[in-house]
């Protein structure tokens, strides 16, 4: 079957038991501050899972296009998009695991005609630091499955991603791992999950292409291997548990199922093809690169793919609405077609290559989602603008690349001496002819030149004196946002990293802290979140930091290499740039902290130094020793803080 043909025999196939097919969300979210863009097929449904009732039922279906701006840099392998579609089922509290695992297998196997006999899958090992048991009802529905296959399915426990390294296959069929693997919450695995937090196992799906192992990705190959022998083609997860307030879980009341699976990895295995950009969404972008460029794919297949791939992406954006710019989404697309344009630059592609491909792309959507015909007319305008623009800037670039005196490579080129870009002519070139840093990289790569270890801080060096150059001084704040460095100041920074660590417990994992000013009066802290905390939020929040103030916990600090700092768990602020060496402070006890956060300081040393010295109204030592005093809109998708210690 073709992706097109997958696509609607699975919506059809999920209508007829029961499901409303529901519209696509577009490719940047609607009312949601905290991400770009919509990047699964769950995200616009998130309200619901958690227990808001959808207006169409409890039984959801759809194909969810997706993009994933992290991808950018991968695209150019066999497998990695950052455009896909999402095909997704949802229960809503009615169906579970004996449903859904065997509807999914039904569907791979009878409909879509993949052999099972390369479909492996995996599930859940259970954490018993946790008590969360491990999950056989899903093994024993995936042997059962197997079985009516005349398949063996012998389970075999893996555990960790590196313990799969070591273990391999072992003749297994269903895999048991861990929590990093096979188990989903918003805030991670359970040990993260704050109280009242659902969350609860999944179960992949993975297709066998049947390729040599590659051991630069470890001794032995198991489908969480990154080789390309394995590709996971669709993930059920089981919204079963919520957490308690003694750390454990407890079953659900309403039990969720979400599901999803990759359209264009379904597709591929269809075809048996480890290559995504052989199938029917992929592949005509890439015969019409071979005939605007007159050469092969197998000669040229990264150039190709990036093209094939920043083209899905570029039409769906434009389609729903963003334009090129320097900010936000809009810089995402800019980024996307300026390296599509450098890439049709090697093919010898000279002009005209969004012309000509954008058509291609949107004939291959329009009867699927007739948004796009609707908006073709603008979407070409959009691209075939940034293309004028840009490959007047390509070109002036390119030539001033080739002046630049490049650090131990001058006239006559001589690559003997390991040549190296730096920081400060990547802004150079960024600066004065708009030439994009990625694209100095790619280009100094193409002439066998690396980068400078550190061009990245020499270019953000350049970039801070040509800031310094136009920013009026600022008076009043300094290190840390803090006004002075008095004792009732650095207590008002503690608790401001106490509050930041509660807002994430309350509010979600995606709450970032957007700025910070602190006075010995009290604090101020903005962060993203998209509407009015509620009464019971500010309560929450106020009672959690209160409860540390009480447990006077210690508060410590160490010097760590930065890598190792954030791998650890530590949380560095949005958009901040560290050195090689940071400061970690860590409140509690070191083996299980309350947070730990990338930070210059002050703060005191234990936390109930923060309940010293304070006074209710009546002149008594305060039972609330920290109150939020106001909590209101900043800026779009920021609210502001403000709070005391009374």
Known sequence: ??????????????????????????????????????????????????????????????????????????????????????????????????????WFFEFLTDVAGLDPHNLYVTVFIGDDRNNVPKDTESAEIWQKLFKDKAIEAKTVEI???ADGYKKGISGGRIFYYDASKNWWSRAGEPQNMPTGEPGGPDSEVFYDFGTEHDKAFGEHCHPNCDCGRFLEIGNSVFMQYVKTEDGGFKELPQKNVDFGGGLERIAAAAINSSDVFKI???????????????????????????????????????????????????YILRRLLRRAIRQGHELGIEQGLFAAVAPIVMDMYRQSFPEIAK????????????????????????????KLEIEGLKPPLDKSHYPHINGKDIFTLFDTYGFPPELALEEAKKHDISSHPSWREQFDQEMEKQRERSRTATAGIFKGGLAEHSEQTIKYHTAT??????????????????????????????????????????EKVEDIVNEQIDKDIPVTWKEMPTAKALATGARGHFGEKYGDTVKVYIMGHEDKPYTMELCGGP????????????????????????????????????????????
């Open 159 to 161: 555990g960790s991603e």
């Open 280 to 330: 029917d969404l992929l592949w005509p972008i890439v015969e019409k690169l071979q005939e605007l460029s007159g050469k092969k794919y197998q000669d040229h297949v990264q150039s190709k793919r990036i093209i094939a791939d920043h083209m899905r992406s570029a039409v769906f954006m434009a389609a729903d609405g963003v334009t090129p710019s320097n900010k936000t989404q809009g």
């Open 1 to 102: 079957m073709t992706a097109q043909e997958i696509r609607k025999a699975y919506l059809e196939f999920f209508e007829k038991r029961g499901h409303a097919v529901i519209s696509r969300a577009r490719i940047v979210p609607e009312n949601d501050p905290t991400t770009l863009f919509t990047g699964s097929g769950m995200q616009p449904l998130l309200p619901y899972l958690l227990g808001e009732k959808h207006p169409k039922g409890k039984r959801l279906v759809n194909s969810q296009t997706c993009f994933r701006a992290e991808d950018i840099d991968e695209v150019g392998d066999n497998r990695h998009t950052t455009f896909f579609e999402m095909l997704g089922n949802w229960s809503l509290g009615d169906y579970f695991k004996e449903e859904q695992l065997p």
């Open 497 to 538: 990293h106490l509050m930041y660590k509660a807002l994430r417990l309350v509010l979600g994992d995606y709450v970032e802290q957007r700025g910070s000013n602190i006075t010995n009066e009290r604090l101020r802290f903005d962060f993203n979140h998209p509407s009015k905390m509620t009464p019971e939020e500010i």
């Open 375 to 402: 908006n073709e007319k603008i979407v070409i305008e959009v691209l075939e603008k940034e293309e004028k623009l840009f490959r007047q800037t390509l070109k002036k670039g390119l030539r001033e690349f080739e």
């Open 603 to 646: 703060h005191v040393e234990h936390t109930g130094v923060l309940g010293e010295g304070n006074m209710d109204s009546t002149g008594s030592p305060s039972k609330k020793r920290f109150k939020i005093t106001k909590e209101e809109s900043s800026a779009a998708g920021i609210r502001r803080i403000k709070a005391v210690l009374e």
